[in-house]
Each structure stands twice: as C-alpha cells, then as structure tokens.
C-alpha cells in the first residue's frame, strides 16, 4: 500500500523522530500512520512552495541586475569576464569547463 503511493515506508519512517517516547516502553506514544501522512503531506506542499518561491526569486533577481546593467550601459558579458577572471585559477579551469559543456548541450538542440 505504501510503495504504490506517493509516500513509502522509509520517508514515513523519517516523520517519526517528531514524536515523543514513552519512557516505560521506550515506544513512540500516542503515534499513528495517518499522523505521518499527514506530515509527509505538508513536507511535499512545503516543499512545492518553497521551490516555486526560490524559483521566483532567481527569476526577478536576474530581471532586476539585467535591468540595472542596461540602465547603466554595462555589458553583461564584461561582467562575467570580470568574474570569471578574479577567480583562482582552479575555480577558473571548472567553470569554463562547465561552460564548454553547457555549450555544447546547447549547440545540440539548436541542430
């Protein structure tokens, strides 16, 4: 039942450690499985939310520097040349490594 659903045994699992113990037993007291699927099911809303905000925020910080860089008649590119040049020269090597790659994967779906 739980496998072929949105939450398996293993993340229910997980939601337990939010309960307390009985110190006779040494029991979680007072749990059941529907409280953990109630608690996997917020997790996976939180979770939603949050990615949707970050997502967002990503996507009108990039609005608003690209705004900023053309209002002041900067080039974005002469911003990334400068960022990639104060770099050391090991982050500098993977990150044009990466880059390359990126460009290529791009050159792909252009064909």
């Given amino acids: 039942m739980l496998n072929k659903g949105r939450y398996n045994y293993f993340k229910l699992r997980a939601f337990r450690k939010n309960f307390l113990k009985s110190t006779k037993s040494g ?7 529907s409280y953990l ?3 996997a099911c917020i997790d996976n809303r939180l ?16 609005v608003h520097l690209l705004s900023v860089l053309q209002q002041n008649n900067i080039d974005p590119y002469d911003v990334v ?5 104060q770099l ?9 490594r990466a880059c390359a790659c990126f460009r290529s994967y791009l050159l ?3 064909v």
Avoid at 48 to 62: D, N, P, Q, T, V
């Fill in 27 to 33: 029991k979680y007291a007072n749990l059941d499985l």
């Fill in 37 to 39: 699927i109630d608690l």
């Fill in 47 to 62: 979770r939603r939310i949050m990615l949707e905000m970050a997502i967002g925020i990503e996507h009108f910080s990039k």
């Fill in 81 to 85: 040349e400068d960022y990639m040049n």
């Fill in 88 to 96: 050391e020269v090991s982050n500098n090597a993977d990150l044009s």
């Fill in 108 to 110: 792909t779906l252009c």
